[in-house]
């Protein structure tokens, strides 16, 4: 899988716990990388939206169901569990994601 960033930090100064950042970061890019489409791209970028920033993750793989959406940010959730069954994980990662962003005031 290739990583492809839009971002511009010149533009987009964050203020915040950078450790919280990064496990951010890693989390998402943990879960786009689950469940790929055949090598595809994970594209990163950011825009000013003031005055927030929006930062956004987009990959092409096997998606989430629409009636799903709800619930992805709730502890222990995982999307159809009989896909997730071969793939390691808790359930947590963007409950740790949504609880990380409240903690720094960013949500």
């Known amino acids: 899988m290739s990583l492809e960033l839009e971002l511009n930090p010149e533009e987009n100064e ?8 990064a ?7 943990q879960d786009a990388t689950k469940y790929p489409a055949e090598n595809p791209p994970l594209r990163v970028g950011s825009h000013q939206a003031d005055p927030e920033i929006l930062i956004w993750f987009e990959d092409n793989g096997i998606g989430i169901p629409e009636s799903e959406l709800p619930r992805i940010f709730e502890r222990f959730y995982r999307v159809e569990k009989g896909r997730s069954r071969d793939k390691r994980g808790t359930g947590l990662g963007l409950s740790i994601v949504t609880e990380s962003f409240y903690c720094m005031e960013a949500a």
């Open 14 to 21: 964050i203020n915040g716990d950078s450790r919280k950042f």
């Open 23 to 29: 496990q951010v970061f890693d989390n998402l890019i």
